[in-house]
């Protein structure tokens, strides 16, 4: 194009992604440099819904920490409290009841079912895909929600887990319909896979936009989804055996370039491995009581020390990394989210590509800002 | 991927099925006409606090004793206190302003599962829209009393095991004042019975 002498030396543009804009999850911002439509730049700005959860955490006693913690990832509020009551049973050596341990896995699953479900909606509505394939999304995570409404009393804000095990035991017939769900999970999955993963535009959208090698993977931190997208064989369910995974068979999917398309694609795959577990754990979860009698709730004064607990939570390693000093509150509470630390290759994801791009790059990290501001 | 196109064309399929399903199929159609039609909320739905009463009075009827755990506990710090005293100034096991600010309240449950008298409970009513950010947000007492058997119609399951424990108090209170009265009134005999009961071991 020399024919166009002003095009030698091109103007570059900044463009403001957000904070409010729909395909940004939340409220992020992102301060693009473009060259034309190519994106040279970017610069995330974050911190529109900081709300001061740790120090918030430290003022208050170890029990009431719990329900901060739903409001993390407000999409999968159970593997959060998952993962606190982990640490703090990790601090103060807390046994956990039977029953409550497959209680656990069961909840988890099926949060993990439900994030991958509206990941999947999410990512359309990034392309541009508003509506149809977020809808049959939303409605099928709306029955797991009604699973966990009729479980802990909330949709989203369960503060279900306890240290030593969980608040309540499942309600009569909860497990049959949600035995009845998970069996019918796989058919919703191959509807779901009909609609997108063989649709021409979308994969003219995904494949081969960000890739991302292993090791840049590993060196950035990366967990979860992202971090397998890219072809490591790193789940915290296999390498911690936290809980009680080390009694279910499942795989581990892994990606092989790493790019959108396996970003994408790895959620199917894993929650097809999250139906096996959670078809296993159904039939084998045993009677008894939900919570350790021994472990007290109110007035918890675990002894000093510090103790980091995490999980393989839907969006990537989320750990908890707890200091007491004897007292009744937690001297530090330090949060790892996935979401911030999956965020911080955005950049170096995103220069190069299309401004189009940066969204759909944006939503296969699958980020919730709750969990990044904190 | 038989020809260019035939993805979205096996796309389209699932939405055609879909549309048409929406028609016939109740898993296809699970839009709730809200206003018109309401949801069964499950039994343990859960929005705001409510405090329980037994009997028709409110007043005398109150479980609270004003004990501020529940205060003291919540997270968010939405509930208020204040212990009522008589015209003497002394204490009574009882509020005289117990305030739970829902613009604040984060609907954790925590002050339900802390309260030893069963007094403070979850309530399912959701439609608590206002025009005003601060009166109709702030219940106070006479707002927040509810009977016993509201509590029942809305946790069936909960509240049953609720009145069972507390009968079960009851009774075991009753039993040790009957059994006090009783030592009180014939010191002689009793005291053999109940001490050879309750004392066992002793010589």
């Known amino acids: 194009m020399s024919f166009l002498p002003s095009l030698e030396s091109p103007q570059t543009i900044d463009v403001s992604l957000g904070p409010q804009h729909p395909s940004t999850h939340g409220v992020f911002r992102m301060n693009v440099t473009l060259d034309g439509e190519t994106v040279t730049r970017l610069q995330p700005v974050f911190g529109y819904l900081h709300r001061n959860h740790e120090k918030i955490a430290e003022g208050n006693s170890w029990l009431a920490a719990m329900p901060y913690t739903d409001r993390l990832d407000y999409i999968c509020p159970l593997t959060n409290n998952w993962a606190y009551a982990l640490a703090v049973e990790k601090l103060a050596g807390i046994e956990v009841a039977e029953r409550a341990e497959f209680i656990r896995v069961i909840t988890a699953e099926l949060t993990r079912l439900q994030n991958h479900v509206a990941f999947l909606g999410f990512v359309l509505g990034d392309m541009g895909a508003w509506g149809t394939a977020l809808m049959y999304a939303f409605r099928e995570r709306e029955k797991i929600l009604d699973l966990f409404e009729s479980l802990t009393g909330a949709r989203m804000m369960c503060n279900y887990m306890r240290f030593g095990g969980c608040r309540c035991d499942l309600p009569p017939g909860w497990l049959d319909t949600t035995r009845k769900l998970v069996d019918g999970f796989p058919k919703f999955l191959d509807e779901m896979e009909a609609l997108l993963t063989g649709n021409e535009i979308l994969l003219a959208r995904l494949q081969g936009v960000a890739p991302m090698t292993a090791d840049r993977a590993i060196n950035g931190g990366m967990s979860g989804p992202v971090l397998r997208a890219a072809g490591v064989d790193y789940d915290i369910r296999k390498v911690d055996n936290y809980g009680i995974y080390n009694r279910f068979k499942f795989r581990v999917p892994r990606g092989t370039v790493g790019d959108c398309y396996d970003r994408f694609m790895i959620r199917v795959l894993e929650a097809r491995e999250s139906v096996g577990i959670l078809k296993q754990a159904i039939a084998v979860i045993p009677e008894g009581p939900v919570v350790n009698p021994k472990a007290k709730q109110r007035g918890f004064r675990p002894p000093a020390g510090e103790a980091y607990g995490r999980i393989e939570g839907p969006k990537g390693e989320l750990g908890f990394y707890l200091i007491a000093d004897g007292s009744d509150k937690p001297y530090r509470f330090r949060i790892r989210p996935p979401s911030l630390i999956n965020l911080t290759l955005l950049e170096e994801l995103c220069v190069g590509t299309k401004i189009a791009d940066v969204m759909v790059i944006l939503g296969s990290i699958d980020i919730v800002l709750g969990e990044v501001d904190r | ?203």
Not at chain 2, 25 to 42: A, F, S, V, W
Not at chain 2, 60 to 79: A, F
Not at chain 2, 141 to 149: C, E, G, Q
Not at chain 2, 155 to 165: L, V
């Open chain 2, 1 to 203: 991927m038989i020809f260019p196109g035939s993805g979205i064309l096996k796309g389209l399929a699932v939405t055609a099925r879909n549309f048409a399903g929406s028609y016939v199929e109740k898993d296809r159609l699970t839009t709730e006409q809200y206003p018109e039609e309401r949801p069964k909320l499950p039994e343990a739905a859960r929005s705001f606090p409510f405090l329980v009463y037994d009997g028709d009075n409110p007043e005398t009827g109150m479980r609270c004793v004003s004990c501020k755990i529940c205060e003291k506990e919540c997270p968010p710090q939405c509930i208020y206190i204040i212990q009522d005293r008589d015209e003497a100034g002394k204490a009574i096991k009882r509020p005289k302003v117990f305030d739970i600010d829902i613009s604040v309240c984060m609907s954790c449950q925590i002050c339900v599962e802390v309260c030893p008298f069963e007094s403070i409970r979850m309530d399912q009513d959701y439609e608590l829209s206002s025009f005003d950010r601060f009166g109709s947000l702030i219940l106070d007492k006479p707002k927040l009393l509810k009977s016993n058997s509201y509590y029942h119609s809305i946790h069936p399951t909960e509240a049953a095991e609720t009145d069972g424990r507390i009968e079960a108090d009851r009774l075991k209170k009753e039993a040790a004042a009957a059994a006090k009265a009783a030592k009180a009134a014939a010191p002689s005999v009793v005291s053999a019975s109940s001490s050879s009961s309750q004392q066992e071991g002793k010589p």
